[in-house]
């Protein structure tokens, strides 16, 4: 907080006057990664999968705005109102296909971490591996495949997004 | 750099004797992190699942050491040789299972999105979600499976593990 006060050139106290503290000033940079996710209807209709899905790209789209402040985010329990109406979505949905309540905290925690780290990819390189002679030719020919590709990112997110619903729907 | 320089206390063009500038400090940094990933022989036996789950669970838990140095490393392409080796052994061995070239970057990016993800999930309180008002029953119910569970990011780890293989191994 002080040095938040600083940067921004203020006092201490009168930074109080708007924030009670460092957890509240985390769960406002919350509310900015989220406040693009878009969410259905409290009890969204049609397949599971499509509904998470849509869920998740959105998630994406939002946090990759922010890189940053992932790992600030992620030390930090969840408690802004607009994440918690996102969570509550995904799990009113996972268990409506029939995951049990501890089932639905760990499919749940899957897409938190497949989604965080997704929205870090965004933010890699163009060519987030180098391609030098260490490398063996598998690898270089997986590589060859994104060069120059600038969907490289949202590509591997789609395939990565059908793999997990899959694996999730064949538990 | 200079600010490096200031925090070490020592000039900048001290600092340059030892590194060549700011990506070779991150790839120092890649190495750190990385240090505790085991990897295989380079033709790894036995099914291609497990030698993928077991490069994983290591990944994992050697970034899970560093969190917030998570989205500055994936902000800068990987040069480091532990590194490249670690996607060297995940290429040959999902070539060895069948996927062709572009899925190979597909799957190691979904692998990448999870394991980071995850290890940032390690670092996370032991409760990572508020439990007020706002919590709907069904989440409230898949919240108070993990209230108190020591493994509980252990545990979610594995059963998206099992997920993301199943998933592929289903495409």
Redesign the interface.
Same mark, same amino acid.
Do not use: K
């Given at each position: 907080m002080p040095e938040l006060a600083r940067t921004l050139q203020v006092s201490p106290s009168s930074l109080y006057n708007h924030v009670t503290g460092r957890d509240q000033i985390v769960e406002l940079l919350r509310e900015r990664a989220m406040s693009e996710v878009e969410l259905p209807d409290e009890q969204p209709e049609g397949p599971w999968t499509d509904v998470v899905a849509e869920v998740l790209r959105s998630y994406r789209r939002s946090y990759a705005r922010y @890189? /940053?402040l +992932? @790992?600030l985010l992620?030390?930090? @329990?969840?408690?802004s109102?607009h994440a +918690? /109406?996102m %969570?509550?979505v995904? *799990?009113?949905t996972?268990?409506r296909a029939g995951f049990d *309540?501890?089932?639905? &905290? /760990?499919? +749940?925690?899957?897409m #938190?971490?497949?989604?965080? !780290?997704?929205a870090?990819?965004v933010?890699?390189?163009d =060519? @987030?591996?180098?391609s030098?002679e =260490?490398?063996?030719p *598998?690898?270089a020919?997986?590589?060859?495949? !994104?060069v120059g590709k600038a969907d490289r990112?949202d #590509?591997?997110?789609e %395939? !990565?997004l059908?793999?997990?619903? /899959?694996? &999730?729907s064949?538990?």
């Open positions: @890189p /940053r +992932i @790992p992620t030390a930090y @329990p969840v408690n109102s +918690i /109406r %969570y509550n995904l *799990a009113v996972l268990r *309540a501890a089932d639905t &905290l /760990r499919a +749940i925690t899957l #938190d971490c497949f989604v965080l !780290g997704a870090l990819d933010a890699a390189p =060519e @987030p591996w180098h030098g =260490e490398v063996w *598998a690898f020919d997986a590589l060859a495949t !994104g990112a #590509d591997a997110f %395939y !990565g059908a793999a997990l619903l /899959r694996g &999730l064949a538990d």
